[in-house]
């Protein structure tokens, strides 16, 4: 019985108001998922450039695009986000002292954002890429002989043409995103897993704290394979059914 | 096959160019002269680095068998409490996982008087335990899940064909089954360790002094940003690098179907 009602008495420490802490992991939870969306969404505005820079550009940039997806793709994660990151404010101050104006402090949310959204790139770039060389060479074709230009090809054909092949591969990314955010906790941004850290520090009930965070990253990739598995069936919308890609 | 002539294209020699400009300019512009006061801290790092990648992969290959082979053919409690396992791991961050083990685990365990007086005890107050384990239920359900798929796919005639030369099935598993869902594992199998090795620098934020580990307290005594970070990078790129040679020969001395 001791143990059961000191265990009740723990659970108060995840309330949201203070002395609770459940404000501040779900503010964390909050700039987790700030950053995962903002991350991954400049990871598949630099996948599809760098796709169409593979695939279609000249000999120069298709072997600069192979140097970064092989060079991100090979380093840790964790490396990168502290070379992004040191190299990433000092280049924006250096360009702001250039101009002339006082050195910034850069928030950690653009920072962090910028960051996972580099790393994302690389991975999206080799997912979209794959994904284009799978759309039947036919449908290009025929856009082409319809007179449709270069973009007009990729926006009303390439691209939706190869979301359903895409997709797989890019929902995999946006689980690894919202995991990859965790990593910011080490360069010292308060998102939900340093918001644990703090949280299990200053109360002692480290057990408690950090299985309350698993379980919100639990809710976070159950509800986003749900969304997920309707993206897919809308993505096939079209395709004879049974067929399997 | 690209031949040597039009390898060296002339772009491509451009881009050698420019590259071996970055590098030689990090050569010459930037400060190196920590390394010798430092190799030997960082040579243990890379080593302890390697040894848990190793030690991790092993284990966690061995525990994703019983894994995979639970969802594939198990009988159904196990093939849920597995797939369970899998989610769990694979829904939650690896840093996440590492600190609840290391304060939230080592936490209880130093309150319970019996584990405290046991023999294990000086080793469970170390960081290796604890990031052992964990690197290794991560590879785990990671693995176990391609090794689900491997023993899905093996081609149902060749366990008949089996079953009609009369093997047992102890024997089908162990000569037909399982050989041939790691030879269908192998090519994924490669690139899961690479993705290993990239976790590994985890390890560091639970005080262990891993190649990661090395190099932070080399940034923390020079006060260097760059320098450290970037030959700490090209060590995880070469280590990499020799990580796919070797997966390809592993994979090219393995007849294909």
């Known amino acids: ?245 | 096959m690209i031949t040597p002539k039009s390898f060296w294209s002339p772009h491509r020699l451009l881009l050698a160019a420019i590259g071996s400009a970055i590098i030689i300019s990090c050569a010459v512009f930037m400060r190196w002269d920590w390394i010798p006061d430092y190799y030997e801290i960082i040579l243990a790092g890379i080593w302890r680095t390697i040894w848990l990648l190793v030690a991790s992969v092993v284990l966690g290959f061995a525990l994703a068998l019983p894994i995979g082979l639970a969802q594939a053919a198990g009988p159904k409690p196990l093939a849920i409490l597995a797939r369970q396992f899998c989610n769990i791991i694979r829904g939650t961050p690896l840093l996440l996982q590492l600190w609840l083990l290391y304060y939230g685990l080592g936490s209880v365990f130093s309150t319970i008087p019996e584990i405290r007086g046991s023999a294990m005890w000086p080793y469970l107050r170390q960081a290796w335990p604890y990031a052992l384990l964990c690197l290794t239920l991560s590879f785990a359900a990671y693995e176990g899940e391609v090794m689900r798929g491997a023993f899905l796919g093996v081609p149902k005639g060749e366990l008949e064909a089996g079953r009609a030369f009369g093997f047992s099935e102890m024997q089908l598993f162990r000569k037909i089954w399982l050989p041939r869902a790691i030879q269908r594992a192998l090519p994924t199998l490669g690139g899961e360790v690479v993705l290993q090795l990239k976790a590994t620098p985890l390890v560091a934020t639970i005080t262990m002094i891993d190649a990661y580990g090395a190099f932070s307290k080399v940034r923390q005594d020079i006060f260097l940003t760059y320098e450290p970070l970037l030959l700490l990078a090209l060590i995880y790129m070469m280590i990499a690098g020799l990580l796919v040679v070797l997966f390809r020969y592993l994979e090219n001395r393995t007849p294909s179907s």
């Not at chain 1, 503010?27 to 630099?46: C, K, T």
């Not at chain 1, 946006?174 to 010292?188: C, M």
Request: proline share 3%; net charge positive.
């Open chain 1, 1 to 245: 019985m001791d143990t059961i009602s000191s265990f009740i008495d723990s659970l108060q420490l995840l309330s949201l108001t203070p002395p609770g802490w459940g404000g501040n992991l779900l503010r964390g939870l909050l700039h987790s998922l700030q950053i995962a969306l903002g991350g991954y969404s400049l990871g598949l505005l630099i996948g599809i450039l760098g796709a169409c820079g593979k695939l279609y550009a000249g000999a120069f940039v298709k072997d600069s695009l192979a140097c970064y997806t092989t060079l991100v793709r090979a380093v840790p994660e964790l490396i990168l986000i502290l070379l992004f990151y040191y190299a990433g404010t000092d280049l924006l101050n250096q360009l702001m002292l250039l101009i002339g104006r006082d050195p910034v402090d850069v928030d950690g949310l653009i920072a962090g954002i910028f960051v996972i959204g580099l790393v994302q790139g690389a991975y999206a770039t080799e997912v979209i890429r794959g994904a284009i060389l799978a759309v039947p060479k036919g449908q290009i074709e025929a856009a082409r002989a319809y007179g449709f230009s270069f973009w007009q090809t990729l926006r009303r054909v390439t691209l939706p043409a190869m979301l359903p092949y895409a997709i797989p591969g890019l929902a995999n990314l946006w689980l690894i995103a919202t995991k990859d955010t965790a990593l910011l906790a080490v360069v010292g941004f308060s998102e939900l897993t340093l918001e644990t850290k703090q949280a299990a520090g200053s109360t002692k009930h480290y057990m408690l704290f950090y299985c309350a965070a698993g379980a919100l990253y639990l809710i976070v990739t159950i509800i986003s394979n749900q969304l997920i598995q309707r993206i897919e069936r809308w993505s096939r919308r079209g395709f004879a059914d049974g067929r399997s890609i």
